[in-house]
C-alpha cells in the first residue's frame, strides 16, 4: 500500500491507484526476493552475533569465518536482489554447498551440539532446494531463448529505399549551437588565413 | 481508467487508477490512442533512476485525441485535435525555450526545489518520469493530462496511422538531435553504440543527413539485422574487438562522430572487465551508471571530433578518461531531447516518405500486457526491439 502514502506527491488531478493488477513479477521473481532479503539478514546476524552461531553449532573459535560467511551471504543477497537475480540465486546455490560442506565438518561424534547441526543442515538443504527452484525459475524467466532470431532484413525505414535515402536531408540546416569542427573539403580550398578563423 | 504504475524494483503492474483532471488553464486531457515503451523506462524498471514512487504512471511516449481542453489551451486546441504528446512538457515562453532549448524548459517542473539540489538548476518537466523532472504521470494509460498543452503537443493530420507518427514524440527526434548534434559532414564516419529503438532512429538519421558510412555496434543477431538494413555496416561487439573494427573501418584515424545510444546500463561481460566493475559498484550503490560506452568513445572518437549523447545517464560515472578526452579536444554534446525543435520538419520528412518510423514496431499488444512486455523488452526475448501498446 505504499503507493497510498505516495499520493501526498501527488496533484489533486493526477491519476491515484483504486485497485492494483498483474504485475510484471513473476512467481520466480517473488521468490528471488525474498530469498535475496533473507540473504541479507542472515549475513547480517553473521556479521553482528557470529558467536551465536559457532556456540549453537560447537564450532568456538571460528567467528571470523562465520563473519566471512556473513559478507558472502551479503553480497548473494545484493546480487538476488538486483535485475542479475539468476546470477545471484546460483551464486546462493553454490554458497549452500560451502555451508553444507562446513557443517559437515561439525558432525563429529564428539561435539555435544551434534543435533543443533543436524537441524542446521536439515535447514539448509531446503533452502538449497528453495534455491534452486529459484534460480531455475528466474533463469529460466529472464533468459533469451535460442533458436533463431526473427528476420528484420527488410526493415529499412526508407519507403524509397536505402540508396536514395543517402543524403536525402542534405538541405537540412543545423542550428549554429550544434555546429561543430568543419570538414576538411570545407576549408581546403580557402586561403590559409582564412582556414584559422573560426567556421 | 486503466494505466501501468511503478510499484517498485522490476514492478509495473496495470492498476485501475482514478481518471486525470484538469488543474490549470493551459491543460488538456488526451485520449490515448497509442503508446510505447522507451528504453529509458527501463531504468526506472530497474529503479536506477532516483525519486520514483509507488503508484506514478509510467510512460512518455504517447499520442491520442484531445478531448477535454483548459480555457488557456483553447486558442492552439481544440476537441477532436489528434496530437502525438511530445515527452518534454514545455512552456514555450522561458529564456530557454524561446531559444529552442525545450529539454531544459525553466518553468514546468514541478518540483523545481528537488531538481534544483540534485541537478544544479532544474531541467523541464517529463511525463511518466522521477519526481526530479516534476513526477508527471506518464501516458501509458487510457487518458493523460497535459500540462501546458498550449505549447506541449505535436499537431498531426488524419490519414497517416498512429504507427508513422507516435515516435515524434521521443525516440525519432531524440534519435535525429543526436545525428544533428554531430554536424555530420559528407566525409564524416559515424559511429553508433547500441541498435536499440533509440540507436536505430539515429541511424537513420545519420544517413539521411549524409554520413559518408554509418557503423553500428551491438551484440543481438536481430538489432545488428535491422541495422544493416537501414543502411549501416555492423560491429558484434560480441565477435570481434570495437576498436579495432572501427580503426580498420576508417584507415586508423577512429571515426569523426560517436553517438551513445546505450546510456547508464551498457552491456555487462566478463570480456569486457570495466563493465563488471562497473556492475559490482552499481550494485553496491557506490556508482550509479555504467559508461563502458562513454569510455569507449573518448578511446576511439578522432582527435576534435563529437560524442553525441542522446542515451540517459542518471548521476555519477567512474573512470572517465578526461585525459584522453582533454588531449584530443573532443565535443561532447549531451541533453534529453528538445522535441519540439525538429518535429515540423520531421513530420514533413515523414509525410514526403523520406522515412517512416514504424519500422522499429515489433511488438503490438494492449495495455494489459504491458506489465509482461516490461519483462520481454528488457530481456530481449522473442526479439523484441520497440513495444507499442494500445489502451
Known sequence: MAYYISNIARSKGDPKVLHSGPSSLGAADRLAKALGWFSIGLGVAELVAPERFTRALGMEGKETLVRAYGVRELGHGIVSLSPDKPLGLWSRVAGDGLDIATLMTAMRHDNPKRDNVGIALAAVLGVTLLDIIGAQGVTTRHSRPRGRPRSYRNRTGFPQGVQSARGAAKDFQVPPDMRAAPALAAVSDRAPQERARPH | ?391
Open chain 2, 1 to 391: 481508467m486503466r494505466a501501468l504504475v511503478w510499484h517498485g524494483k522490476e514492478d509495473i503492474r496495470c492498476d485501475t487508477v482514478t481518471d486525470p483532471e484538469i488543474e490549470q488553464p493551459r491543460d488538456a486531457i488526451v485520449k490515448v490512442t497509442s503508446c510505447a515503451i522507451c528504453g529509458s523506462d527501463l531504468h526506472l524498471f530497474h529503479n536506477f533512476i532516483p525519486a520514483m514512487l509507488p503508484g506514478d504512471v509510467m510512460g512518455h511516449e504517447m499520442m491520442g485525441e484531445v478531448v477535454e481542453v483548459g480555457s488557456e489551451a483553447r486558442g492552439k486546441l481544440k476537441k477532436g485535435d489528434r496530437v502525438v504528446v511530445p515527452f518534454t512538457i514545455i512552456c514555450g515562453e522561458c529564456d530557454q525555450c524561446r531559444r529552442g532549448n525545450f529539454s531544459v524548459c525553466q518553468t514546468t517542473n514541478r518540483k523545481k526545489d528537488l531538481a534544483d539540489k540534485v541537478f544544479g538548476h532544474a531541467t523541464a518537466g517529463l511525463f511518466g518520469y522521477t519526481h526530479l523532472t516534476g513526477g508527471y504521470p506518464g501516458g501509458q494509460a487510457e487518458y493523460l493530462r497535459v500540462p501546458f498543452a498550449d505549447a506541449t503537443h505535436i499537431k498531426v493530420p488524419d490519414g497517416i496511422p498512429d504507427e508513422k507518427v507516435l515516435f515524434l514524440g521521443d525516440i525519432f527526434p531524440t534519435g535525429w538531435q543526436a545525428a544533428v548534434q554531430c554536424d555530420i559532414q559528407p566525409t564524416d564516419t559515424v559511429a553508433i553504440w547500441g541498435c536499440g529503438p533509440v540507436g536505430q532512429m539515429a541511424i537513420r538519421s545519420a544517413v539521411l543527413l549524409g554520413a559518408k558510412q554509418v557503423i553500428a555496434i551491438d551484440h543481438l543477431p536481430e538489432r545488428l539485422e535491422m541495422a544493416e538494413a537501414g543502411g549501416a555496416i555492423t560491429i558484434n561487439f560480441d565477435e570481434e574487438s570495437v576498436v579495432e573494427r572501427l580503426n580498420e573501418l576508417t584507415g586508423g584515424e577512429g571515426p569523426e562522430k560517436c553517438i551513445d545510444a546505450v546510456g547508464m546500463e551498457a552491456h555487462v561481460s566478463p570480456s569486457m572487465p570495466d563493465t563488471v566493475y562497473d556492475r559490482a559498484k552499481q550494485m553496491l550503490g557506490a556508482e550509479s551508471d555504467r559508461p563502458h560506452i562513454l569510455r569507449e568513445m573518448i578511446y576511439v572518437c578522432r582527435p576534435a571530433g563529437v560524442i553525441s549523447i542522446p542515451g540517459v545517464y542518471g548521476g555519477l560515472v567512474d573512470k572517465i578518461p578526461m585525459g584522453q578526452l582533454m588531449n584530443k579536444g573532443l565535443t561532447i554534446r549531451a541533453g534529453q531531447t528538445h522535441v519540439n525543435r525538429w518535429t515540423d520538419d520531421l513530420l514533413h520528412r515523414i509525410e514526403e516518405g523520406q522515412i517512416d518510423p514504424s519500422f522499429v514496431i515489433t511488438h503490438t499488444v494492449g495495455l494489459d500486457e504491458g506489465p509482461e512486455m516490461y519483462k520481454v523488452f528488457r530481456d530481449k526475448q522473442d526479439s523484441c526491439i520497440k513495444v507499442v501498446l494500445k489502451p
